[in-house]
């Protein structure tokens, strides 16, 4: 997704801009470019591609400059191309910008008939003109800017200068993150503070709806109706190196309790959304997917996962027929190839050979319609699909994954929505409904991290056990193929999943007291049934531990233990109902003394088929 650095300094700022864009080169995007102001006047710079692409250019030309926005796009309405990479200009001012306008429409024809040319495919343009028009009536630059964005809908984060006042840098976010970084020889804004670590760790974060004047030797916040605020100055505590352990034990377990942020990072289009827009899987996403006649799947192990959860979630919100493939078997099964079908990849690492391979598979057979759900923009998976959903997990050092997973099943409950809205299956109050939820849930998955003490009484029941076995039933049960996976991948307990309703034809003849069976059971329609399998377990001497939710009536009793979530969250309780799990894998990994991080025999990214 894009990103944003600016700069006002006494200093030539275009080295901090360029190493800003690389440290928010993790953030995903296919362009990049700057505008400064110089003896040139307003100079602007862009190049498709790599920030290595504007260095160059930067080294060509001698660019240089005291005042300055830089970006790196991530296209969304517009092909990535020169001509659509930001900033955009209009009258002598340069705008950049993260996020979309939802209005965009609207404000362009409006525009166009008070005699604006437009360059460019993007909504960001219309903000160009729209603060150059507000300009000719008010006069003020910073006055003009919110006067614009109190026209915006959508979520925005945006820098903006102008030629005609070099020494001033107005930004303003709603939705997007921005926050500002200050010093003594000048002040600086960026998406993220890694951007400004370069520079300085005096930090000021802007709320929603602040917009702030820079300047050289000062600064000052206001809200878009002009009234001042002020916001705390906060020293950064971030690592340079975000791979840093910092207070944890192992990668798995940080991984496991950076989930919040990774999901309110992944889900940062959505903040002050209005509505679901197909842009946010990429610019051509709406003509890609408006006729697609059903969904193929293809991942490896926990993305696979990922991916059987979402056939739920397709089927029955968007209404569209999906099936789900383990790659290794995919790319060489002769399969019946449909090019109205969209071809879904799933991926942590964008590496993994056999999803890869199956991905030309599908494309060799006419399937042209590809989607990449990655976390690492760089990837091969990413840049061979027509269209792509960034997951912003962060990078992933335990080799099982755990916040990769839960920012994936957010992605795939976005291209769900997505897909219900272009089929007319998603009402507006549906819709509106969806995005609270959505919103709400890094604070849904904080609460049941708080449950961790409880998880770890519980993991000293497993630790001398040999077996387990984990019963879910509809979109919970590829839950617990995931929690099954997480144990025997750091525990190396075997470990087997059912859908609950199987467990009459075979495994239940495995139970008996030494084989400790987990149940995932939140408050949804197949709850009671679920109870006469556990009744069915129980009968046979199994010990049952069973992850319950706010709205479930089970209650302990003598080989029964049950853990409550604190909600219940409807379609989305697979996300919330997955982590319990990483914690109790976490937990009996770390009282049999296994490599958590490193479990033998399993590599991160598999490269190799
Ligand atoms: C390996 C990793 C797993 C991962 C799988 C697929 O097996 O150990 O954690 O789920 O590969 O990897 P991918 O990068 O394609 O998601």
Redesign the pocket.
């Known amino acids: 997704m894009c990103g944003i650095v600016a700069a006002v300094a006494d200093r030539n700022i275009v080295p901090v801009l360029l190493e800003g864009l690389r440290k928010l080169e993790y953030r995903g995007y296919d362009s990049a470019g700057l505008a400064l102001i110089n003896e040139l006047g307003l100079q602007r710079l862009r190049a498709v591609g790599r920030v290595a692409e504007l260095t160059a250019q930067v080294d060509e030309t001698g660019a240089a400059g005291n005042t300055g926005i830089a970006h790196t796009r991530w296209a969304t309405h517009g092909v990535p191309s020169e001509r659509n990479a930001h900033p955009h200009i209009s009258d002598g001012l340069a705008v950049v910008h993260n996020g979309i306008i939802e209005n965009h429409e609207a404000l362009r024809t409006r525009l166009k008939a008070d005699g604006y040319e437009f360059t460019s495919d993007t909504d960001t343009e219309v903000i160009a003109h729209l603060i150059a028009h507000e300009l000719k009536t008010t006069g003020d630059f910073f006055t003009a800017v919110r006067a614009s964005i109190a026209q915006l809908q959508g979520a925005y984060a945006i820098a903006v200068l102008r030629e005609v006042e070099p020494d001033r840098v107005i930004v303003a976010r709603e939705g997007s993150p921005l926050l500002l970084g200050l010093t003594d020889e000048g002040n600086y804004a960026a998406s993220d503070a890694s951007a400004l670590l370069q520079v300085t760790r005096r930090m000021v974060y802007l709320d929603n709806g602040d917009c702030a004047e820079l300047l050289r030797g000062s600064y000052r916040i206001t809200r878009v109706d002009g009234t001042p605020v002020e916001r705390a100055e906060t020293e950064s505590q971030l690592s340079a190196d975000s791979v840093e352990l910092g207070q944890y034990r192992h990668y798995m377990q940080k991984e496991i309790f950076e989930q919040p942020v990774a999901l309110s990072n992944t889900l940062e289009l959505i903040g002050a959304a209005r509505s679901i827009q197909p842009g946010l899987l990429g610019a051509d996403a709406e003509v890609t997917l408006k006729d697609v006649r059903q969904i193929l799947i293809i ?7 990922a991916g059987l959860v979402a056939r739920y979630w397709l089927e029955a919100i968007a209404g569209i027929s999906c099936s789900v493939e383990v ?1 290794s078997e995919y790319r060489y099964r002769d399969s019946v190839p449909d090019p109205q079908t969209l071809v879904v990849t ?7 050979a ?2 890869l391979a199956a991905l030309h598979h599908a494309k060799a057979q006419g399937m042209m319609r590809t989607l990449a759900i ?3 923009p760089e990837s091969s ?1 990413v840049r061979e699909t027509a269209l792509r959903f960034i997951t912003r997990a962060g990078p ?1 050092i335990g ?3 755990t916040k ?2 839960t920012t ?1 099943l957010a992605a795939l409950y976005l291209l769900t929505l997505v897909l219900a809205k272009l089929r007319g299956r998603l009402t507006a109050e549906h819709e509106s409904a969806e995005l609270t939820a959505l919103r709400h849930l890094p604070v849904a998955v904080a609460k049941v991290l708080e449950l961790e003490p409880q998880i770890k009484e519980w993991a000293g029941h497993f630790a001398m056990k040999q077996h387990a076995l984990f019963l879910g039933r509809g979109r919970h049960y590829p839950i617990a193929m995931e929690g099954a ?1 997480k144990l025997k ?1 750091i525990s190396y307990i075997h470990a087997e999943a059912y859908a609950a309703g199987e467990l009459k034809h075979g495994p239940l003849a495995l139970v008996d007291k030494e084989m400790p069976v987990i149940a995932v059971a939140p408050n949804d329609t197949l709850i009671e049934k679920l109870k006469s399998n556990l009744q069915e377990v129980r009968a046979r001497g199994g010990e049952l531990y069973v992850f319950a939710d706010a709205d479930s009536e089970m209650q302990e009793s003598d080989g029964v233990h049950v853990l409550h979530l604190p909600e219940h969250y409807g379609a989305l309780s697979a996300l919330l109902h997955v982590v319990p799990l990483q914690l109790l894998s976490y937990h009996v990994a770390l009282v049999r003394g296994t490599d958590v991080d490193k ?1 033998r025999n ?5 490269t190799v088929e």
């Open positions: 991942a490896c192990g926990t993305s696979y996962h790659a799933i991926s942590q690492s964008g590496e993994t056999d999803t990655c976390n690492v998976l992933e080799v099982a994954s990769a997973f994936q996976l991948e479990p399993l590599a991160k990214s598999v």
